[in-house]
């Protein structure tokens, strides 16, 4: 299973490895969340979250706290947890940190441009973007009309720009365009993030493979899901699909012939890796779909830390570690409006 990494690795990197493999220890276990559960009150969950590593982050938090607050001073954990490891990082890992957090750029350009459209107030939406995938210039988004300007005038030196300048199209930004521009984006992310992790080769290429074949498998079935009963032509779904995964070609050609849920489930079952994922999922559950996928990409990221001398580990961290954020909002979502049968129906547990 290992190469030449082995007698390598540790000279630049293991520290860092060493520091993330530890951060899995501070994470919430199924006795944390059976805590949470019995929590009657926003308070009470701020309480038992400060005996965690989320504490010192919300033990000076004021009453009366909101869900919002709480979801907040946890990302603000995973925020100060990466930004550590990323400065202390040698060339190849701080690259390889860099290009996990594309996504969430992506996903900030997208609010910015969809809140703007909508004649929201910019202060309010800067406060709503990861802070992961902040850049100098993202509060000048607001002034593009289409894409060209928004590559021109901001994104042309940021780390998204080749994305860009090779998807530009001079159309108004509409609800449309901008789904397909983030869509296109990913696309070309995605593509890049894999032929980089190919490059890095060992370890971290057959580990990465795997996570981001998922990772795109899992947009292109939501892009087929969210496109039925739209404009979206075939030939225009299929060209928003990542050029690898599991489902490429193949699958892609199936899906970009759905029509229906019944369709989709059809062409994903016939890869063995996404049978199991709907053998589980009753006809007409389909809104059971996304908790599925959670529990796949949690198992998938638990199964990094099984081996050793990969960054696979550092991209797996980040992500079970947003799991854990979406699985307090739920919890203190369902405190908060009185729903506490509905706790367990929410919860991707992760060890």
């Known amino acids: 299973m290992y190469g030449f ?7 630049k990197d293991g520290f860092l490895e060493g520091v993330v493999r530890s951060h899995r220890t501070g994470m919430l276990t199924v006795a944390d969340y059976n805590n949470l559960s019995q929590c009657e009150t926003l308070e009470d969950i701020k309480l038992n979250l400060t005996s965690t590593d989320y504490g010192p982050y919300l033990v000076n938090e004021a009453s009366p706290i909101y869900t919002a607050t709480i979801v907040d001073r946890c990302t603000q954990k995973l925020v100060n947890d990466w930004n550590y490891m990323r400065t202390q990082a040698d060339e190849n890992l701080a690259m390889f940190m860099d290009y996990c957090t594309y996504g969430h750029m992506i996903d900030n350009v997208v609010l910015i441009v969809t809140g703007t459209l909508h004649e929201r107030d910019v202060q309010e939406l800067l406060d709503k973007c990861h802070p992961l995938g902040m850049f100098d210039s993202i509060a000048t988004l607001a002034v593009a009309q289409n894409m060209r300007e928004l590559y021109r005038l901001v994104l042309v030196d940021t780390p998204l720009a080749p994305y860009f300048s090779e998807n530009l199209t001079h159309e108004d930004l509409d609800e449309m365009n901008i789904e397909i521009m983030r869509n296109t984006l990913y696309k070309a992310y995605l593509d890049d993030f894999a032929a980089f992790c190919q490059k890095l080769g060992s370890t971290t290429a057959e580990i990465m493979g795997d996570m981001l074949a998922f990772e795109t498998d899992r947009r292109a079935l939501n892009i087929t899901l969210n496109s039925i ?3 979206l032509t075939r030939d225009d779904r299929k060209k928003l699909y990542s050029n690898f995964g599991l489902l490429y070609p193949h699958g892609h050609n199936e899906l970009a012939m ?3 849920f019944d369709q989709i489930r059809s062409a994903m079952e ?6 199991g994922i ?6 007409g559950e389909s809104q059971m779909l ?3 996928l959670y529990e796949e990409e949690v198992k998938k990221c638990v199964d990094c830390y099984e081996q050793q001398f990969h960054y696979g580990v550092f991209y797996a961290y980040m992500k079970l570690r947003e799991q854990e954020i979406r699985n307090i909002m739920w919890v203190s979502e369902c405190v908060a409006q009185d729903q506490k049968g509905r706790i367990a129906d929410g919860i991707v547990y992760l060890f």
């Open 5 to 11: 990494e082995m007698m390598s690795f540790n000279i």
């Open 229 to 231: 009963g739209t404009e």
């Open 258 to 260: 759905a029509e229906d």
């Open 270 to 275: 016939k890869v063995p890796a996404y049978s």
């Open 278 to 283: 709907f053998s589980k999922l009753g006809y």
């Open 290 to 292: 996304d908790k599925l």
